[in-house]
């Protein structure tokens, strides 16, 4: 039983990092070759204010509507995860 959970969230874990890694390679270049910051967290606000307006969107709605804040609310998760890990990698690289 235990085995079998930790199988599947290993391969969710897989999914979700593939599927975010294009996020993540934009966040990188964003932080490389943008000096302004503001620019640098803009995938991070807009991501994340996508994900609240699904969030809320989905309180609201009721049968199919629902279709439309499910659709909207996983491309910001990915986005969120491969934006948050590019920024994460891109402030622990070795500086020289």
Known sequence: MLISAVFSL???LTTLLLL???FCAMQLALCKLCPWRPLQFAPL???????L???WYLSQ????ENLLGMLVMLPCILGLIGSGAGWFIWKKRPRY
């Open 20 to 22: 975010s890694a294009p």
């Open 10 to 12: 290993c391969s969710t």
């Open 53 to 55: 307006w699904s969030w």
């Open 61 to 64: 709605a009721y049968e199919w």
């Open 45 to 51: 606000v807009l991501f994340g204010g996508g994900f």
